[in-house]
């Protein structure tokens, strides 16, 4: 009953000024936390300390509220405001340090979520950004940012990561806040945080009278001066030292990113690419040079990358799931998996050169280790695991975006050992059609080494040519639109008209479709090869003289297409007879490389003017040998027109796999495939040679 006396005539009590009410409240909530120490546990729900925990910050945020307002009054004539009185005497009393050290403790039970309440409605207040460089606040602010998301599947899960993105809607508002949330490794020792609370107790009488606290200490006082003194000097003696930083605001983040609850770990996702956004240089340059790779971002990444990846069984289903978004019960594996491709997709793609580049070295160094994981899978011997890491890189590429990742997903590819397995899965196993949805994706995302490796290095010379055309030094290439359409005629004409199995309407609007894609697929690629530092596309340097009158390597043997070109070639040649799905794989991609802007691949690929060296392969060459193998088998197949029209309208209607049965449905699907790729090599040679954005 007295208890309740009590507290009606603190609510009926005449109205105090603000600070005097705050020292009041402040002192009660005091007394309350002494009163439940030592005693049996007890919530905070059960007690008066939330309502006096709401009408301290609320009298904190009226103050600052009340101070922004003067500011904007006053910003016109450049007065410089200090801090409010209840501002003062949070600082005198830090009172921010206390809350977050109880808060640490969570004592009494459930004190830390209205402790994580108040802060980021203080945050998110449109005068935090200009308080939160006042070190009473950011210190002890700083100190609950590297608290969060220390216990996994806590209660306040959701609490501290609402906290923590309001620390990094403030970042936004003013990047050089982000440095306020750097650790020392001089000002800042390891133990310095725990020691400082497990200082923190409640004493005895934390008040004094106002009047008594002013003459003794203030905020300009002599005793501040003397704090700032003896800062000064601890700063002179630590000067000589080198001064190494972390920041654990990220470190936090990624904790909460690996939470099991999708929300807090989707918005920790989201927080770490607005925290990288920032691009603050100190920031930057500690979040590369972090040593210790539990705190680093990059070992985080990969690591959890690495744990995801190894989580998926080498089994069909798996691999399924991998490729074609199938559902299953491996389904929220494989959609964790693809999320945090995502997650460092984006990091690449927004964070400084030094954090990208860091990422991009552990990241190879993970993928090319020779430990368990993608490697071992790829390298082994065992189809199951090839097919789990081939699903596995290829939803990494469909996923992948920025530059950096795509480049060191080549990079990985084209290694040594590595790709030597991968010209052996795409030529002679069971995985020949995975292999080459591999070699497609990579083509539509192509990296500078990618196509030098793969293509450039070999054509670059262009002794593809014929040796005494090379002697006279002679370039083929032209921008005149006549012999650009007599190029892609050449093309389109060369399917005899005996083995076609539509009528001229239908073959010109085919051969309209086919301009109109090819157009939108050379807009895209070029915008992808934007930055890849290619030569300009135009009349091709001609051979190099001294190089063909010297060189016995080149002119006395034949030329090298490289192997990816050469095993293309070689299937295409067989085209007549491979099944019709891989017909499709091999077609498609010698498509999108005829759409690489640059001019040696245009030139090799699609001028079938040049004069080729008598033993050299070309897309040109491979299709005049399928027409005359056409010529040849088609007169052996009886009423072969009537059934090579029923052959395309079953193609049409998606019942291909009824046709395909022998070897002469094999043969027939064939021939239309290479009918219809005649048709789209001719408009990709009329769009490389005519279209602007090619030059």
């Known amino acids: 009953m007295y208890k309740l006396l009590a507290k009606a005539s603190e609510f009926l009590a005449p109205n105090l000024k603000p600070e005097e009410e705050l020292f009041l409240q402040w002192h009660n909530l005091v007394k309350e936390l002494k009163r439940l120490n030592g005693n049996d546990p007890v919530s905070v729900e059960d007690t008066d300390i939330p309502l006096r925990l709401q009408w301290i910050f609320n009298l904190i945020q009226q103050d600052s509220a009340h101070l922004d307002s003067l500011h904007s009054a006053d910003s016109t004539e450049g007065t410089i405001h200090g801090i409010g009185p209840c501002l003062e005497f949070a600082m005198r009393y830090k009172i921010f340090d206390w809350l977050v050290a109880l808060a640490k403790e969570d004592n009494p039970a459930g004190f830390k979520s209205y402790v994580l309440f108040f802060l980021t409605n203080f945050v998110r207040a449109p005068s935090a950004v200009s308080l939160l460089s006042k070190s009473f606040i950011y210190k002890p602010l700083a100190r609950l940012v590297a608290y969060c998301g220390d216990t996994r599947c806590s209660p306040w899960d959701r609490e501290e990561m609402a906290f923590l993105q309001s620390v990094v809607d403030a970042i936004e508002k003013d990047p050089c806040l982000a440095n306020l949330f750097l650790k020392s490794s001089l000002h800042d020792p390891a133990d310095k945080l725990d020691a400082d609370l497990k200082s923190l107790v409640l004493p005895q009488n934390p008040f004094l009278a106002n009047h008594q606290e002013e003459k003794s200490t203030g905020v300009n006082g002599a005793s501040v001066q003397s704090s700032g003194t003896?800062?000064?000097?601890?700063?002179?003696?630590?000067?000589?030292?080198?001064?190494?930083?972390?920041?654990?605001?990220?470190?936090?983040?990624?904790?909460?990113?690996?939470?099991?609850?999708?929300?807090?770990?989707?918005?920790?996702?989201?927080?770490?690419?607005?925290?990288?956004?920032?691009?603050?240089?100190?920031?930057?340059?500690?979040?590369?040079?972090?040593?210790?790779?539990?705190?680093?971002?990059?070992?985080?990444?990969?690591?959890?990358?690495?744990?995801?990846?190894?989580?998926?069984?080498?089994?069909?289903?798996?691999?399924?799931?991998?490729?074609?978004?199938?559902?299953?019960?491996?389904?929220?594996?494989?959609?964790?998996?693809?999320?945090?491709?995502?997650?460092?997709?984006?990091?690449?793609?927004?964070?400084?050169s030094a954090v990208t580049d860091a990422l991009q070295s552990a990241l190879k160094s993970d993928m090319t280790s020779g430990g368990p994981g993608f490697s071992e899978d790829w390298l082994s011997s065992s189809p199951e695991k090839n097919s789990l890491a081939l699903a596995a890189i290829i939803r990494t590429y469909k996923t992948a975006e920025s530059t950096a990742v795509l480049s060191v997903l080549s990079d990985v590819i084209l290694d040594g050992r590595i790709f030597g397995k991968f010209l052996q899965l795409i030529s002679e196993t069971d995985l020949m059609v995975m292999a080459f949805d591999l070699l497609d994706v990579m083509i539509q995302k192509p990296s500078y080494h990618f196509v030098e490796e793969a293509f450039l290095l070999y054509l670059e010379s262009r002794m593809y040519i014929r040796k005494e055309q090379r002697m006279q030094d002679i370039a083929w290439a032209t921008s005149?639109?006549?012999?650009?359409?007599?190029?892609?005629?050449?093309?389109?004409?060369?399917?005899?008209?005996?083995?076609?199995?539509?009528?001229?309407?239908?073959?010109?609007?085919?051969?309209?479709?086919?301009?109109?894609?090819?157009?939108?697929?050379?807009?895209?690629?070029?915008?992808?090869?934007?930055?890849?530092?290619?030569?300009?596309?135009?009349?091709?340097?001609?051979?190099?003289?001294?190089?063909?009158?010297?060189?016995?390597?080149?002119?006395?043997?034949?030329?090298?297409?490289?192997?990816?070109?050469?095993?293309?070639?070689?299937?295409?040649?067989?085209?007549?007879?491979?099944?019709?799905?891989?017909?499709?794989?091999?077609?498609?991609i010698l498509s999108k490389i005829c759409l690489i802007p640059h001019p040696c691949l245009r030139e090799y690929l699609l001028d079938p003017t040049i004069p080729l060296a008598a033993q050299c392969s070309s897309l040109y060459r491979c299709l005049v040998n399928l027409v005359q193998q056409i010529d040849s088998s088609s007169k052996s197949i009886p009423d072969f027109q009537e059934k090579l029209v029923q052959t395309r309208q079953a193609i049409r209607n998606g019942q291909w796999q009824e046709k395909c049965q022998d070897a002469e449905g094999i043969f027939l699907c064939g021939v239309i495939t290479v009918e219809e790729f005649c048709k789209e090599i001719a408009a990709r040679a009329s769009v490389r040679f005519t279209d602007p954005l090619d030059k």
């Open 480 to 588: 005149d639109l006549a012999e650009a359409a007599d190029r892609a005629a050449m093309f389109r004409d060369l399917f005899p008209t005996a083995a076609k199995s539509c009528t001229a309407t239908e073959e010109e609007r085919d051969c309209e479709s086919y301009m109109r894609e090819s157009h939108y697929s050379m807009t895209r690629i070029v915008q992808r090869c934007k930055d890849l530092k290619w030569p300009a596309v135009g009349p091709l340097k001609s051979c190099n003289v001294l190089l063909a009158e010297e060189s016995s390597f080149f002119d006395g043997q034949a030329f090298n297409e490289g192997p990816v070109l050469r095993l293309l070639f070689s299937h295409l040649n067989n085209l007549l007879s491979q099944p019709y799905v891989l017909n499709l794989r091999i077609t498609g």
């Open 230 to 352: 003896n800062g000064a000097e601890e700063a002179s003696e630590q000067s000589h030292t080198k001064e190494k930083f972390t920041f654990p605001l990220l470190n936090s983040l990624l904790r909460m990113a690996l939470n099991p609850d999708p929300l807090v770990s989707s918005q920790a996702r989201q927080a770490v690419i607005r925290v990288l956004h920032s691009r603050e240089p100190v920031v930057s340059a500690t979040i590369a040079d972090a040593t210790s790779a539990a705190a680093s971002l990059t070992g985080i990444l990969t690591g959890h990358l690495h744990k995801l990846y190894m989580s998926i069984p080498s089994t069909t289903e798996a691999s399924s799931v991998l490729l074609h978004n199938a559902a299953g019960d491996l389904e929220h594996v494989v959609r964790s998996y693809t999320q945090w491709v995502t997650f460092v997709d984006q990091i690449a793609g927004v964070a400084d």
